[in-house]
Nanobody, 118 residues
């Protein structure tokens, strides 16, 4: 059974940092792109960042460029999201996902809450 488990969320003040982790189990995903998404209350889920299977290419939502960094460790079957200079508008539930070659989502994690206080 495939599982994606996010961790590292929490409450942080504006300007602070958090590092999210997403550990996959049940199979290896080192040949798949991985992504991070988020959903704020009352809003649709939105794409934040994506990393190709070998880490050679990344893409970001414009509003997080320069503040967030996605990375992966294929040996650990884990993807990370380093979030710096956090803002109250970054408050959301953050989800990781396994992506197909067409960048559709194959698997989702259960999400981890990030709350940024002003």
């Amino acid at each position: 059974q495939v599982q994606l488990v996010e961790s590292g969320g929490g409450l942080v003040q504006a300007g602070g940092s958090l590092r999210l982790s997403c550990a996959a189990s049940g199979r290896t995903f080192n040949r798949y792109a991985m992504g991070w998404f988020r959903q704020a209350p009352g809003k649709e889920r939105e794409f934040i960042a994506r990393i190709e299977w070998n880490g050679g290419s990344t893409a970001y939502l414009d509003s997080v460029k320069g503040r967030f960094t996605i990375s992966r460790d294929n040996a650990k079957n884990t993807v990370y999201l380093q979030m710096n200079s956090l803002r109250p508008e970054d408050t959301a539930v953050y989800y990781c996902a396994v992506l197909s070659q067409l960048l559709t989502t194959l698997y989702w994690g259960q999400g981890t809450q990030v709350t940024v206080s002003s």
